[in-house]
């Protein structure tokens, strides 16, 4: 059937089809001779010739003009040189490896963002994930303790049926930014990329964990990794959810703090660049800014190869141009 699928055939030499405006030139022709081949005579009466049957083979004369118009389209079809192509695409990629290290603390359910920051972070490192389908990607939370949600991988439903799961209150409360940072490091240590990257998220002031955010650093940079880092909340205060002493849920308005000289100094001090985002829009800005700094190189070689489909097309022509030939002068030799 690949002769006749012709959403996958190409023409070399389309212009022949023109031609085809010939087709019906040449049956409007054929009707005006048919025409002007009948005789005409005048009689008294008909009741002479009633009963008299018309020749069978006069009736099916028409068909050498079907052949004959059938060949031409063939032929035309032929002279475009119908193709078929086979496409090999060979994608060489240099992708990176990648772990975004989230913060998910308490905090983060603060209401400045919408629904809240954790929620609104999970949402842009999903769009973040689909723009990236080459490169490694692995995913840490942290609070008062680290954790590895999803080791580096490419399986982008992995990744995103992890980063749905999370959420605050996973791991002991606090904010642990060293332990954070040194899971991610750990998570991209033996990496064999050319260019390995944190992307690290937090709303608050290192306050708890076992390795202090300067050692994480130096840890970063002995393996060269660059870091970006992301503080999130908005100028000033925001709702935070409280609990009181009987386990009633409420939110009340805290002061946002971000250790923004220590997020300034690991993105610095890394090669990376630290980022400040108030609300939904301004960190939807920052990863998309992260992803145009962060590029990875890929090379596509193309290989396409022909096959040629002209011979059947001229084989039908001739076909029915013979079969035209030879009714003419056999079958209907007799006729007009």
Known sequence: MKYFDFKHITF???????LLLLVPIG????????????????????????????????KWKGILHVLRILSFICIVIALARPQTSNVNETINSEGLDIVM????????????????????????ATEFIENRPTDRIGLVIFSGESFTQCPLTTDQNILHEQLKNIRSGLLEDGTAIGMGLATSVERLRNSKAKSKIIILLTD?????????????????????????????????????????????????????????????????ETGGKYFRATENKSLGRVYKDIDKMEKTKIEINSFKRYAELF????????????????????VFRQLP
């Open 12 to 18: 070399a030499h389309p212009q022949y089809f023109f």
């Open 101 to 124: 290290a989230m913060d998910i603390s308490g905090s983060m359910l603060a209401e400045d963002f919408h629904p809240n920051r954790i929620e609104a972070a999970k949402k842009v």
């Open 204 to 268: 608050g002031v290192n306050n708890t964990g076992l390795i202090d955010p300067i050692t994480a650093l130096e840890i970063a940079k002995a393996y060269k990794i660059r870091v970006y880092t992301i503080g999130v909340g908005t100028q000033g205060s925001a709702p935070y959810p409280v609990k009181d002493q009987f386990g009633n849920m409420s939110m009340q308005q805290m002061p946002v703090q971000i250790d923004e000289a220590l997020m300034q100094r690991i993105a610095h």
């Open 311 to 330: 011979f059947l097309y001229a084989a039908l022509g001739l076909l029915f141009l013979f079969l035209e030939i030879a009714l003419r002068y056999t």
């Open 27 to 58: 049956i409007f022709w054929i009707y005006q001779f048919k025409k002007k081949q009948q005789a005409t005579f005048t009689v008294s009466t008909l009741q002479g010739l009633t009963g008299l049957a018309e020749s069978s083979l006069i």
